[in-house]
């Protein structure tokens, strides 16, 4: 393997797949335009089989399983194994349990768990708009920001309970910690876990130029589909710490 790495890992969130739905995804721009076929080329030429890959949410459009099926089987049939959580346009996304019982078999959800992936910890949250973003409206978004909040704490906390001291902790959430460069609270959060990387999405077309940004130990880095052009992100050297 490139650089001595025996097993590589690589991100990318928001697949925005809909096989089984009506949601032609050009209608966000050209750059979207048979999405799907970019994803599939880009990925199988980055990735093998023993590579990790790392989804934080909006993977499918599908309301419920069965018209997520097609997507998961198509996210199931490239190379690696994928690690997946929740994005806020996941709605076939239930019980954790469902989802294990539900996706393929290199598919590995999380959701405010963590697990041990050798050389490093990955947790994983869905996070939630913060009073950072300028539409955020305290009326709606409060409750669920607080609630997040809340989850990402039990999540590292379950993320320390298995961490050995020489591990990084790897984050995923769906929503930007970090807005222009400005720490929300969940930053907060992940600067005291020690948390070394944090991947997110969501954000689409409109880049602060602080979207990937180092803030008090913590590295941001946005690997929405369309942020990389579809082309899963290789943050091998990130993760094992070289």
């Given at each position: 393997?490139?650089?001595?790495?025996?097993?590589r890992?690589?991100a990318i969130s928001?697949?925005?797949l809909?096989?089984?739905?009506?949601?032609?995804?050009?209608?966000?721009?050209s750059?979207w335009?048979?999405?799907s076929?970019?994803?599939?080329?880009n990925?199988?030429?980055?990735?093998g089989?023993?590579?990790?890959?790392?989804v934080?949410g909006?993977?499918?459009?599908?309301?419920?399983?069965?018209?997520?099926?097609?997507d998961?089987?198509?996210?199931?049939?490239?190379?690696?194994?994928?690690?997946?959580?929740?994005?806020?346009?996941d709605y076939?996304?239930?019980?954790?349990?469902?989802?294990?019982?539900?996706v393929?078999g290199?598919?590995?959800?999380?959701q405010?768990?963590a697990?041990?992936?050798?050389?490093?910890?990955?947790a994983?949250?869905?996070?939630w708009?913060?009073?950072?973003w300028?539409?955020?409206?305290?009326?709606?978004?409060s409750?669920?920001?607080?609630?997040?909040?809340?989850?990402?704490?039990?999540?590292?906390?379950?993320?320390?309970e298995?961490?050995?001291?020489?591990q990084?902790?790897?984050?995923?959430?769906?929503?930007?910690?970090?807005?222009?460069?400005?720490?929300?609270?969940?930053?907060?959060?992940?600067?005291r876990?020690e948390?070394?990387?944090?991947?997110?999405?969501?954000?689409?077309?409109?880049?602060?130029?602080?979207?990937n940004?180092?803030?008090?130990?913590?590295m941001?880095?946005i690997v929405?589909?369309?942020?990389?052009?579809?082309?899963?992100?290789d943050?091998?050297?990130?993760?094992?710490?070289?």
């Amino acid at each position: 393997m490139d650089g001595g790495f025996c097993v590589r890992v690589f991100a990318i969130s928001d697949l925005h797949l809909g096989f089984a739905v009506n949601k032609p995804m050009d209608i966000f721009g050209s750059a979207w335009r048979n999405h799907s076929s970019k994803i599939e080329v880009n990925w199988t030429q980055a990735a093998g089989n023993d590579d990790l890959i790392l989804v934080p949410g909006d993977i499918s459009w599908g309301m419920n399983f069965t018209q997520a099926e097609e997507d998961l089987k198509f996210l199931d049939s490239l190379p690696g194994k994928k690690f997946i959580s929740r994005g806020n346009h996941d709605y076939w996304w239930s019980s954790l349990s469902k989802v294990t019982q539900f996706v393929g078999g290199s598919i590995v959800p999380l959701q405010r768990n963590a697990v041990d992936c050798g050389s490093f910890i990955l947790a994983a949250s869905k996070g939630w708009n913060t009073p950072l973003w300028d539409g955020f409206k305290p009326s709606s978004d409060s409750k669920l920001y607080r609630r997040e909040l809340d989850r990402m704490k039990l999540t590292l906390e379950k993320a320390a309970e298995i961490k050995k001291p020489e591990q990084k902790l790897v984050y995923m959430m769906h929503f930007p910690p970090v807005i222009d460069g400005e720490p929300s609270e969940f930053a907060e959060l992940l600067s005291r876990a020690e948390v070394s990387l944090c991947l997110y999405g969501h954000l689409h077309e409109k880049w602060s130029p602080s979207v990937n940004m180092k803030h008090d130990g913590v590295m941001y880095r946005i690997v929405s589909a369309d942020y990389l052009n579809f082309k899963p992100l290789d943050i091998t050297e990130e993760v094992y710490g070289r």
